[in-house]
């Protein structure tokens, strides 16, 4: 569990690296929200994925509520 938690780290830094080398000069804004949500939306896709669309399992897998993670469906747009 540790190298795959690592790799996403890394993952994340290289595209916050990318990121601001293309910014070229401009400022740049809203970072922790943008990265929120270009991260949240694939995972819960994923977990969705791997649950085989089970709300309840895929909750408990992401370690939040169900009712959580049907905001984040309605939210993010997620097709079931």
Do not use: W
Request: glycine content about 4%; proline content about 1%.
């Amino acid at each position: 569990m540790k190298a795959h938690t690592n790799e996403i780290g890394e993952c994340v830094r290289r595209s916050l690296e990318r990121y601001f080398k293309d910014l070229d000069g401009a400022k740049a804004c809203a970072i922790y929200d943008m990265v929120l949500k270009n991260v949240e939306k694939p995972m819960i896709e994923s977990v969705l994925d791997h649950a085989e669309g089970n709300q309840t399992v895929a909750a408990e897998l992401l370690g939040i509520t169900r009712s959580t993670l049907r905001k984040k469906i309605a939210l993010y747009r997620i097709k079931l």
